[in-house]
Structure formats: structure tokens, C-alpha cells
């Protein structure tokens, strides 16, 4: 008879080996809005930051503050029930309708999280018997949405086209969706979305693209990546967030009249949950219109990320390729990169070690975020921070 272990004592031995392999997370106390010069509960005075996905910041944005202090005036801070009960309300309608006609999708659905919509769609769109097409390096969400669909999932190594058509031939599975995500999270590169999309159509498969990294920052206004590209096809169904660069909270699906009239019907996470608070939704087109003519913003932004790049020459960590506000450092060694965190900490800035599973092993890195809200002298001090402590390290 096997020995029974107490739940406890297994949870104390996994959280050892965890903290053993440099694994071990800890959250940080944020005692100010979102904004570069972070305040910390841990730090007597602030931080510079260079870790949220506050991409043109607006999250702490006075003009946002002031249209969610007039929503909440208006509507209250709850909205009492799901969508489908009596929690649907004239903001959430009319949000949908400004993000469908901004992205040029028919229709539009608003989401509580990025998360939600996710693991709301695939589940929606396919089930047994289907087969989902996924880039290895898809985000959390989009791996979890395949599997509580109970199709196949197929997985294609990062951005290889020739594989994915391959396995897309090779199925015989009569519904068939492909799901990447536009910018990847931690590498800050770009799904080559134009050939996925001539796949799709090839294949009569559905196009699925996260594009939480891309709207807002890509294409013209920031319409995101389908605009960027300048795609369109009533195969393409987009997913976006809306608590990075639109600054606020939530998420939406956005696609075919017919997708959403069907995701309305069958999306679990969707129907099955309160609705956002209607001051989000009137928050939300306010941000709309900043993000719509926030060209000077986007501008700077670019200037940032060239002058990082452009700055930052190192001999052994290395930083990846990306033109996007995401720049990926990689140390290697989780406990390296976790030195290398804390060093910068104690120099005032913050740059979060990322560590396997959200990366591969061996590729913790540091995980640089740049924002419309940083300054040319700060970008330069993070620089110059980063090349004397590679050459400090033994």
C-alpha cells in the first residue's frame, strides 16, 4: 500500500524545489499608479520601471481618470448581472460597436479579461473531432483556450510556415482554426500574419490573432495588427486588451456579424460571468479617441525603442530582434537573471526576471517594456545600468 503523504508537506516540497531552480514568484506592492517613477511598499523611494505593458500611457492618463469619475457618477460600479440577464448596458453597446468600426470588423464583443475572451472562443469555434493550429510560443491563455475546446492540438515551431501547411495538409479534421498571437509576449516579434492568413483561406480554416500586444501601438491611429498589415477576410476573427495600451481594463473579440451572433450564444466565458462594470466601457471609448489621435505618442514611443536598441551593445546576454515595445534581454540561467534583476533593483530600476514555464529553459531573460510615458534620459540610464553590469559579472 503506497504511504500517504500529507497534502501540506507536499505543497512546503514543491515550493522548496521551486525556489531551489530559481523558480519562485513573489509579487511586489505598487503604492502609485501606473507610471514610470513606481512607488513600491519594499523601497523607500520610487523606482524607474521598464516592466508594464502600458504601452502609450494612458493608464494613469488624467483625461481617463476624469471620464471614469463621470461614469461612475453616471452608472454606479457595478453593472448586477451577465450580459444576457440585465447587465448589458448602453456603454457596453456602444463600446462594441466603436471597437468593431475601429479595427473594420462587422461586430464586436467586450470581454471582463484577455484571458476570458480567449478561453471563451476556441472552445466556441471548434470541439472534438477538430484540430487547433498553434504557434509554440503562444501565450498561456491561447494554449489553455485550445484544450478546454477538446479539439487536437497541433502545435507548429515558432513562426514556420512551412510546418504549419504541412499539418494543416496532413489533417483531416473537418473544422480547423490556426491561433497565434500577433506580437509575441516575450519575444517582441511579430506572427508573419499575411501568409497565415493565405493558409487559412487555403486550408478553410479560421485565423484566430491575439493582438493584446498590437493594438493600440501597430498600424495606422493604432488600429492594431490586421490594420498594420492592411488584412481583411471574413475568416479573420481578432482578439484584443484593452488594460495595456488602451490603459484601462477588459478585452474584445471582434469579427464576422455571424462569429460574434455565435459567440453571444455559445461562449461559456461569456455568458456565464457579470459584466464589467459600465463605467469601464464609457472609460474605455474615451480611451479610444486618446488612442485614435495619439500619433505624437506612437511617435515617441518608436524613438525610444530605437534608441535602445541602438544604445545597447553587450558582449554575452542577448537582445533579441524587435521592433516593438517589447525588448527581451536574455541572461539564460534563471539564477543569473534573477542576480541581474536584483542588481538593477538596487540601482532604482525595475525589470522583472522572466523564468521558465513562461519561457523556455534556458532562456530566462529580462522582460524591458518601453513606454510613450518614458523619457529619453531614462531609457539612456537603463542602457548605461545594463552595460556596466554585464561587465561586472563574472
Known sequence: MAERRDPLDELHAGLADLDAAGLT????????????????????????AFCSNDYLGLAAEPALAEAAARAAARWGVGSGASHLVSGHTAAHEALEARLAAFVGMDDALYFSTG????????PALVGRGDAIFADKVNHASLVDGALLS??????????????????????????????????????????????????????QAWLLVDDAHGFGVLGPQGRGSLAHFGLASPRLILMGTLGKAAGVSGAFVAGHQSVIE???????SYIFT????????????????????????????????????????????????????????????NHEALAVSRALDAEGLWVPAIRPPTVPKGAARLRITLSAAHSFEQVDRLVATLKRLEASRP
Not at 511586489?28 to 524607474?48: K, N, Q, W
Not at 489533417?171 to 508573419?192: E, Q, Y
Request: contains cysteine; hydrophobic residues 50%; charged residues 20%.
Open 262 to 268: 455565435w459567440l453571444v450564444n455559445t461562449s461559456r
Open 115 to 122: 484571458y476570458m475572451a480567449n478561453i471563451g472562443v476556441m
Open 274 to 333: 457579470t459584466g464589467a462594470p459600465p463605467l469601464l466601457a464609457e472609460t474605455l471609448l474615451a480611451a479610444l479617441d486618446l488612442i485614435e489621435h495619439g500619433d505624437a505618442r506612437r511617435a515617441h514611443l518608436a524613438a525610444l525603442i530605437a534608441r535602445f536598441k541602438a544604445g545597447l551593445t553587450l558582449a554575452r546576454w542577448q537582445l533579441l530582434p524587435s521592433d516593438t515595445p517589447i525588448q527581451p534581454l536574455v541572461i539564460g540561467d
Open 150 to 203: 477538446r479539439a487536437e492540438l497541433i502545435r507548429y515551431p515558432h513562426c514556420n510556415l512551412a510546418a504549419l501547411e504541412a499539418r494543416l495538409a496532413a489533417s483531416t479534421a473537418p473544422r480547423k482554426l490556426i491561433v497565434t498571437d500577433s506580437v509575441f509576449s516575450m519575444d517582441g516579434d511579430l506572427a508573419p500574419l499575411p501568409q497565415l492568413l493565405a493558409l487559412a483561406e487555403a486550408h
Open 25 to 48: 514568484r513573489r509579487r511586489r506592492i505598487v503604492t502609485t499608479p501606473c507610471r514610470p517613477e513606481a512607488g513600491l511598499a519594499d523601497r523607500s523611494a520610487p523606482v524607474l
